[in-house]
Structures are given as C-alpha cells and as structure tokens.
C-alpha cells in the first residue's frame, strides 16, 4: 500500500516517485558532478521538494513523493549546468532574492544575496534622517533584473522611483518584475548612462542605490565559467581597475542628489579605501563604509553636501 504523499499536496498532474527513487537519482546525479547544494536548490525551485521535504523523504523513504516536473527534466537541467557550466537560475527562470522570487534570463545579472544589504542600508539611512513616507524621488543606478528597485518600491510605496540600465535587455526582465510585484506603476524604467537619463530630476533625488560593474578586468578573466561565460561582461566588469563605473556615479552625486539625499553603493571587497576617496572628492560628506555578510567591507554610504 502507497505510504502518504510528502508536502502540502500532490501537485495536479504532477509526477510522483518513491521517496527511495528520488534519493537514488540524487546520488546517481552527484556522482556525476556538481554540488549537493546547488541540485537540492534545482529539486526545490524546479521540483518542488524543498530542503524540510527532503529531510522527510530521507526519514521515511518508502513514501510517495509529489513532485512539481518529472525527475526527466530536471536530470536534463541539472547536466546542462555541470556541461556547459549554465547558471541554474537562468535554467529554472527564477532567483529567490529578500523575500521576493524574481525572474532572471541571460543577458541579466543574477541577483547575489549580499546585495539584499544594501536593502538594509537604504531603510536604515532614510530611517535615520528621512520622514516615515520614504524618500519623494529615489533611483536604483544600474538595475539588472531590478530586484534593487523592487524591494525599495515595495518598501516606499508612496515614492517615486526610478531605475536606469544601459541594457535594453535588463530594463524588460526589470519593468517584469516590478509589474510582477505590483510595482510597475511607481518606477519609471530609463536607459543611458548612470546619471544622465535622470537629468530632470538633478537636484531632487534624495537617495540613490548603485551595484554598478566593479570587478577588475583580470579578477573576471578568472572568475568561474558560470558566470565568466554566462552572465553579462556588462554588469560585471568595471574597467582595468574595476572603479570605471564607480568613478562616474561618485563623479556625478553631488549635482543629482538633493541636498543631504543619500548614495549608497556596493563594490568589491577590496576597493573600498578608493571608493571614499572618490567620494570625498567628489564633494560628498558622512562618507562611511560598510560590512557584508563575511564581514567585508563591501558597501559605502555618503550624503550630499548643502546647497551654496
């Protein structure tokens, strides 16, 4: 007699294995590559066997196991990205970011965890010097998928915000999920070059997020082919020194902030000692650095200074 169906419910239509079945194709899949972490994560977003489902399946292994698609597809995928080293998330079309779930496609940066912080810091800094409504107008530089402008959108839904991309590509996967979250309407999407699409609202913006391109030309000839070979050289890569784009976006902040308005910006673990400094040439004041998850000193913060 067939045990019970692990999970809240048999999917409708879905395929169902043996709690043993499944455990067998995972251990048949890793002895062929990858890591354990990495096809547990495919299991959960393409299958639908998250990691509590998983601790069940191993506990009572003669169980019936609902799955969301047929272990078939997912062996395809998952030999797909130990081949040709393709990112999962471009595979499965999705990213868990904050507490969002957010669609991702070639050409578009995969959201990291470590820049959810910059969420943080955004909420801590207008919390500390701002009103309860949030900033009026605010702008996410370099949006990518836009997981950036969703969380702030979300988080201020009084504001006005704006998110610029040079890429065509990531403003449409941006403009879908801030339409996918109930967004699409507070977040004006502007192509061009950091600063300049937001022209008219130089002198206005009182904050501004950035996890520009910062990594070193040759720190990402190096980088592993997962993302080296697949995600965007244009969302990465930040010059010889990794600092072209921060140079341009520190550069232009004292002119499109508003007076006391906030930029905080990510940029690699080791640059940010010549991050402050551009900064503080730039004219910026309360110019402070940051933590990540590890520790590193990853993000920086700095308010513009008054108006003559």
Known sequence: MVAQV???ARREGGPAVSGEALLRWRRGLLRQGGEPAALDWLLDLEGGIGWQQLQQV????????????????????????????????????????RDLNLAVAPGVLIPRQETELLVDLALERWGRTGGPQGPRHWADLGTG??????????????????????????????????????CGERV???QGDWWQPLRQRWGSLELVVANPP?????????????????EPALA??????????????AAGAQEALAPGGWLLLEHHHDQSDAVAVLLREAGLLQVQAHPDLEGQRRFASAQAAPRP
């Open 236 to 249: 990465l890569v930040g010059g010889e020194d990794g600092l072209e784009a921060l140079r341009a976006i």
């Open 58 to 97: 191993r506990l009572h292994p003669d169980a019936m196991v609902g799955l969301k698609a047929p272990l078939e597809h997912l062996e395809v995928l998952w030999q797909r990205h130990c081949s040709q080293r393709e990112p999962l998330q471009y595979l499965v079309g999705q990213c868990p970011w």
């Open 188 to 190: 004006e999407l502007l």
């Open 214 to 230: 910062y990594i070193p030309q040759q720190v990402w000839r190096d980088l592993d082919p997962v993302v080296r070979d697949h």
């Open 145 to 182: 998928s836009g997981c950036l402008a969703v969380a702030l959108a979300r988080a201020w839904p009084k504001g006005q915000g704006s998110a610029v991309d040079q890429s065509a590509d990531a403003l449409r996967q941006a403009g879908a999920n801030l339409q996918a979250h109930g």
């Open 6 to 8: 692990h999970g809240a």
